[in-house]
Nanobody, 122 residues
Framework: HLKLMESGGGTVQAGGSLRLSCTAS????????????WGWFRQAPGKEREGVAS???????IYADSVKGRFTVSRDGSKNTAYLAISKLRPEDSATYYC????????????WGQGTQVTVSS
């Protein structure tokens, strides 16, 4: 079992920045030490969850059109941690942000964090 823990959310003014972190841990050393592909998602109240960004084992990234140029996803395999740097925040970016791990890098995310809230005030 893999546990993901996000941090870094908060309330910021429009135009501000945040950096979200997501660290994976497991009681099974083989799972804890395995490298993963990562995804970041968000869900606003009354809206469906949407994919925001993803990063693969080789650093390749994919972004939703709505965040291109403002969000940067990265990973540190040695720390089992993924990051989402978000800048030029807009009120419509307000949501609960979730990280997810794709152990096989197949596009299927098997493990999810509990979410961290990002609120952008205008």
């Amino acid at each position: 079992h893999l546990k993901l823990m996000e941090s870094g959310g908060g309330t910021v003014q429009a135009g501000g920045s945040l950096r979200l972190s997501c660290t994976a841990s497991s009681s099974f050393s083989s799972l804890a030490n395995q490298d993963y592909c990562w995804g970041w998602f968000r869900q606003a109240p009354g809206k469906e969850r949407e994919g925001v960004a993803s990063v693969d084992l080789w650093g390749g990234t994919i972004y939703a059109d709505s965040v291109k140029g403002r969000f940067t996803v990265s990973r540190d395999g040695s720390k089992n941690t993924a990051y989402l740097a978000i800048s030029k925040l807009r009120p419509e970016d307000s949501a609960t942000y979730y990280c997810a791990a794709d152990l096989l890098c197949s596009g299927t995310y098997s493990y999810w964090g509990q979410g961290t809230q990002v609120t952008v005030s205008s």
